[in-house]
């Protein structure tokens, strides 16, 4: 099945940039000759934006406290991009540390939008929050499709992920905490990329994928600080995909199950990080859910239960006649429409575009 993914990613990269608009390899030249005004050792100054505001829910309250930080200022700083990830690399702080120096830097591939001089230009951009599979393999399509959309692309590696992979292998025991480290992480990705130049501050997205989805799901009930939400594969009851999910689902819960953890661990392990405890703060009018109908990994009960308590509407959370692995093939769509949403080609999606089927 995991090449079967990978063939699929590999085709719909291929869609993807005939379909796209065209836009410069920057990945083929010499970073210095895209982006002169850039260069590695660059500092940037920022600043935390979360504002979380009052919360009368006392279970939605205990959530934010496990997840949110003080603001404070931090630094951004650019190191040079391993080939074929992105134009430049940057790094930041996390707000959640957990001891690890490695893992605690985090990492974010930048791809510029360039003209057609090969110039670097001023743009929107897309905060991208990667699948399972270590070689984002689908983060990246959509990383290089959005910029050739003219979107500049950041894609987060999340803890125990490219940079950020420690020496030492973590234990299956951390992966669930890890996830709050992640929350925290896609959120004050939304501000460094705000301290870097060519950016449209007023206009920067985040989009999730399956185990990104999730985490950007978690991180939008925080506060309002991106200016669309894109979250797709994913939804709610986490617990409920860990135990009742086929494929990755399944893997990781047996890899659980091997080192001794029990069903009631897991469930406490989850809680923490479930999406479904801050819905509820989501804004339904600049958050778009792309599900599958016939998702094995995420119950599409899941999705859906996610929907209703966001309150997100037909337009808003979109169902595809697909399965988690074969939503490979509709990217070039679902990246599509996602860019013209952060755009503002289109402000929502009608119901009747939303591939909507019947349970």
Excluded at 120 to 140: C, D, F, L, T, Y
Excluded at 183 to 204: G, K, M, Q, Y
Excluded at 316 to 335: E, N
């Amino acid at each position: 099945m995991r090449l079967l993914s990978q063939f699929l990613c590999a085709t719909v990269l291929l869609l993807v940039f005939r379909a796209a608009p065209a836009a410069a390899d920057s990945t083929a030249a010499p970073v210095t000759a895209i982006s002169p005004a850039i260069k590695a050792g660059d500092t940037y100054s920022a600043k935390d934006s979360l504002i979380c505001g009052e919360e009368p829910n006392a279970d939605a309250c205990d959530c934010l406290k496990g997840l949110t930080w003080s603001a404070q200022p931090f630094k951004v700083t650019c190191e040079a991009a391993k080939r074929g990830q992105g134009d430049w690399l940057m790094r930041f702080p996390s707000p959640l540390p957990v001891g690890d120096a490695i893992n605690d830097l985090v990492a974010m591939e930048w791809r510029l939008v360039t003209d057609k001089d090969n110039k670097p230009v001023r743009g929107p951009a897309m905060v991208i929050i990667h699948e399972s599979g270590r070689g984002m393999v689908a983060a990246r399509v959509f990383a290089n499709g959005l910029r050739a959309y003219g979107i500049h692309t950041f894609l987060v590696h999340l803890p125990g992920y490219g940079a950020r992979t420690p020496a030492v292998k973590p234990d299956i025991h951390a992966m669930l905490p890890a996830m709050k480290q992640a929350v925290a992480d896609a959120r004050r990705a939304h501000d460094a990329v705000a301290a870097l130049p060519l950016i449209d501050t007023d206009n920067i997205g985040v989009l999730g994928i399956s185990l990104g989805g999730f985490v950007t799901a978690t991180m939008s009930g925080l506060d309002h600080g991106y200016s669309k939400n894109f979250i797709l594969l994913a939804g709610g009851n986490l617990i409920d995909v860990i135990m009742q999910g086929t494929k990755d689902a399944a893997k990781i819960r047996k890899q659980l199950e091997a080192a001794g953890v029990t069903e009631k661990q897991i469930r406490e392990a989850s809680r923490p990080i479930e999406p479904l405890r801050l819905a509820h703060r989501i804004d339904p009018a600049r958050t778009w859910l792309f599900s599958g109908l016939h998702d094995e990994v995420v119950p599409p009960s899941c999705s859906v239960a996610f929907a209703k308590a966001a309150c997100l509407d037909a337009g808003h959370h979109i169902q595809l006649p697909v399965g988690h692995y074969t939503a490979a093939l509709l990217l070039p769509i679902i990246m599509q429409q996602s860019a013209d949403i952060l755009k503002g080609v289109v402000k929502t999606l009608p119901a009747a575009d939303s591939g909507k089927g019947k349970d």
